[in-house]
């Protein structure tokens, strides 16, 4: 299973803590992910909380693929998504690559600048403001959420190049260092990046996952042109979320067009899509139980106890196994190869079952030639 040769269904295994009303322990998470392989996915996906939602946080997410990859042979192992740039970018290549070789190439980074309503965001930002600042040196978590952009991208380039370069000094807008290096721990082939982009804005008011709204932009998919260069310049492909088919492809294209000048040579050639699955034959109670996980992953908006019906229809695959199949087939027609699969269910493991055994075998997966240099 390799990534740009092959199409990749991979399932959520749920490493944050207190959103579903159980708690993951670190063993149930490996077992969870061991089961999965002997399913037939092809990748298991963590999250990242580091600072917790609405109520505790998280494991490390290379802590437990590092943990998973001990006790697996064939799956990959993927971030969705990562945000690396609350960290020291030095610290994470160094712990990636140290996981790209536990895994003997496995690892997948999906990552991306954050998301949330505006207490998680606080609370990413107020990490990085507690490390960046101090006497003389005052940073405040809104200034830092400001220059997220740019943070990301250029945490991103560094960890690109201390994966590729043997030693190099930095003079970024927002990271400088001298002649650093990952010597025998960087990679003889570097680790795939997907760098997440973009966002759907619901017609009504707030939405569950995103801390702001604008009614100039309501009912839209909003990618601004800051991330967009992000995606373009560091990314090996775009993990994206809420885009419909053809609409993805018109920005991937745009993507491509804006790679092109990239001395490096990446671009954004794999298309990976971040979607909320449940399997019920009745269609409208497997819909409803997505409203249902997004209400409580997320939140719901102020005022009300549901999140969005539009939103939900942009993330929501659900239905019959066979129908959920279908869909899943008319993404790969248009282009996409790797699936991030959230369950949509407090029973996470046998909604995990039901996809394998409902859904799989109705996927018809090509080869695929996808270049990733």
Request: charged share 25%; net charge negative; glycine share 10%.
């Amino acid at each position: 299973m390799e990534l740009g040769k092959d199409v990749i269904i991979g399932v959520s295994v749920n490493n944050t803590m207190g959103i579903t009303g159980k708690v993951y322990g670190l063993s149930e998470l490996i077992e969870a992910s061991q089961e999965a392989e002997a399913m037939g996915f092809d990748a298991i996906w963590v999250h990242d909380g580091m600072t917790g939602r609405r109520t505790s946080a998280a494991f490390d997410p290379t802590n437990v693929l590092t943990a998973v990859a001990a006790k697996t042979k064939r799956l990959l192992l993927a971030t969705g998504v990562y945000i690396p740039h609350i960290r020291n970018p030095i610290h994470v290549a160094q712990a990636w690559a140290t996981l790209w070789e536990v895994s003997e190439g496995r690892a997948i980074m999906g990552a991306g600048t954050g998301a949330g309503k505006d207490r998680i965001v606080q609370r990413q930002y107020g990490a990085l403001a507690a490390v960046h600042g101090g006497q003389g040196h005052p940073l405040d978590w809104e200034t830092l959420f400001k220059r997220r952009t740019g943070m990301f991208g250029e945490c991103l380039d560094i960890m690109n190049r201390l994966w590729t370069e043997d030693k190099f000094s930095y003079d970024g807008k927002h990271y400088k260092f001298d002649e650093i290096t990952l010597g025998i721990a960087r990679p003889e082939e570097k680790p795939p990046v997907l760098v997440g982009g973009g966002i759907y804005i619901p017609q009504d008011g707030v939405g569950a996952h995103h801390y702001t709204w604008n009614k100039d932009v309501a009912g839209t998919f909003m990618m601004g042109p800051k991330i967009r260069q992000v995606v373009a310049e560091q990314g090996d492909g775009w993990l994206y979320v809420h885009s419909r088919a053809g609409e993805y492809n018109e920005i991937q294209a745009e993507l491509l067009d804006i790679a092109k000048d990239n001395v490096h040579g990446r671009a954004p050639r794999v298309l990976a899509r971040n979607q909320f699955v449940n399997i019920d034959d009745d269609p409208r109670k497997a819909w409803e139980n997505v409203q249902n996980q997004l209400t409580d992953f997320h939140g719901a908006p102020p005022g009300q106890d549901k999140c969005q019906a539009d939103l939900v229809d942009r993330w929501a695959v659900a239905g019959p196994g066979k129908a959920v199949a279908a869909q899943l087939q008319e993404h790969i027609d248009h282009g996409v190869s790797v699936f991030q699969c959230v369950i949509a269910s407090p029973d996470q493991q046998g909604m995990m079952k039901r996809i394998a055994e409902e859904v799989l075998p109705h996927i018809d997966k090509p080869r695929l030639g996808i270049a990733l240099k």
